[in-house]
């Protein structure tokens, strides 16, 4: 079954006339009617009746003419997309941590986009179940074009590049004792217990080397994944925390402190896979959030 013989079916079935549609088509009348016959052979079925000069559909015709319809409008959009692929356009798959979507994230796509006015992009975004083991999944099974997360060991087919940093620093409840320092070493950090990140976040290792570079060890009082989850906990008591800055500590009752003599930068990476197809629409929002990273 042939898709030009569908094309020719619904321009007959519109116009019910095999000349007017031959015409339209521009082509023979004998090349219409052969195929239309190879159509009713293949499916076993008539599709047109003689009505006058005319034809109509049969009741198996009408049947078919709707489930073609859904058919080639199908086609025409998935050739559309691998046109627009094809042409460097399309759509990215873009998954990426939730605390980078409030500024990161739209900054670098509003800027690609700002900086390519003559091409087609359109992005699906996600944060899926916001931990970079969830991403990481996502990128391996191919859900993901690209994602920007924490970096996770053991990943031998993915491509770590970092495009930005963020500040690592303590959290405690502005009743707790700490929180007269304005700056403090991790050593006095020990005796109170922490919330820690949990195991399916890539930031559990950076804290852990933070404590391990010094030689301590802390005392754990809750694994979280989230960071924004983990301050709400420590604004209401339940520990200390080693989180990154951001936006949401300026609205919470906690104080944060700088973490002196170590470095205390966390980095995002942004993940691909190895050895796998990258659309070119891809690839070309990859070189630009590489050369526009903010390290």
């Known amino acids: 079954m042939r898709f030009n013989h569908l094309r020719y079916f619904l321009v007959l079935a519109r116009l019910e006339h095999y000349t007017e549609a031959a015409e339209e088509l521009s082509i023979t009348q004998p090349t219409l009617s052969n195929s239309i016959a190879t159509l009713e052979k293949e499916l076993g079925i008539p599709l047109f009746e003689k009505k006058g000069r005319n034809v109509v559909l049969t009741k198996y015709g009408e049947i078919f003419a709707g489930e073609v319809k859904k058919l080639l409008t199908d086609f025409d959009t998935i050739k559309s997309e691998l046109k627009e692929i094809g042409d460097g356009e399309g759509l990215i798959d873009l998954a990426f941590l939730q605390t980078l979507g409030t500024h990161f994230i739209p900054k670098m796509v509003r800027g690609f986009i700002d900086s390519n006015k003559d091409k087609k992009y359109r992005f699906r975004f996600c944060t899926g179940a916001n931990t970079t083991q969830d991403l990481l999944k996502g990128l391996r099974e191919g859900r993901y074009d690209i994602a920007i997360s924490s970096k996770l060991k053991k990943e031998p087919n993915i491509e770590f590049t970092p495009v930005a940093k963020q500040e690592l620093v303590l959290i405690v409840p502005l009743n707790h004792p700490l929180a007269r320092y304005d ?21 559990r290792s950076v804290v852990d080397e933070l404590f391990e570079k ?29 989180v990154p800055k951001m936006p949401i500590l300026d609205h919470l009752n906690v104080k944060v402190i700088k973490i002196e003599n170590c470095d205390t ?29 903010q390290l």
Request: glycine share 6%; aromatic share 14%; no cysteine.
């Open 183 to 203: 700056s403090i070493n991790l050593k006095k950090t020990i005796k109170y217990p922490q919330i820690i990140f949990s195991h399916s976040s890539g930031l």
């Open 214 to 242: 010094e030689g301590l060890d802390y005392i754990i009082s809750h694994e979280i994944e989230n960071d924004q989850v983990m301050a709400g906990f420590v604004s209401q008591g339940f520990g200390i925390a080693v």
């Open 265 to 293: 930068d966390r980095f995002f990476y942004l993940a691909t896979r190895s050895n796998s197809y990258l659309s070119p629409a891809a690839k070309a929002f990859k070189k630009y959030a590489l050369q526009n990273a």
